[in-house]
């Protein structure tokens, strides 16, 4: 404060900051709790995945071997997606990533040889839709490897259309295509029916399966 030419005083203004302080340490703690969860959450689903894969190879039945063998892949779609959350400073899944992961266990378990392509990008998306979303890809891309491109065929192409309003997802192959009879409701795959009720229940989108040409499309909007 100035009066004339002498100095005759000041304002000073303070503010307490202690709670911001411990605002901002209650959310760094969160955060870190929040990835450990997940981190956690992956390795409970290896474990799972390694005592499944380890009882499928001490059982004779060729039925049971092979329910064991799906349910090993689908734990670790879901352990993919948690580890991945469990590198992440947020709630938000970089699907990309588990996609490419997702494709390379796929082939990896592929008897001959398949070329993949990808178009478009899937960016990012909340764990609530990553989760039931890597799952219902996981299961599209073996039903093409396992029945479209079993005994003919080589080509697997991923599209995928990202708008604001929505994703729109096909998955296609050139192998030997549908039964001309082919109706979903009345289809015994399980991988199939997981498909429909995941995306009808948890992605609140629709499925369809469509003969186009000489290719088969799986066609997923959600």
Known sequence: LVAGSDHIGAIVLLHNVTE????DRALVTKDVTIREIHHRVKNNLQTVSALLRLQSRRVDDEI?????????RRVASIAIVH?????SSTESVAFDEVYDRIVHNAIELSTHKINVKKVGTFGTFDSQIATPLALVITELIH????HGLANSGENLRI???RKADGCEVRIIDDGVGLPLDFKWDQSSNLGLQIVKTLTENELKGSIELVRVGSETQAVLKF
């Open 64 to 72: 049971a071997k092979t329910a064991l063998e799906e349910a090993v």
């Open 20 to 23: 911001l302080r411990r605002r």
């Open 143 to 146: 039903n093409s490897l396992e």
């Open 83 to 87: 580890e991945t959350l469990s590198n």
């Open 159 to 161: 599209e995928v259309s």
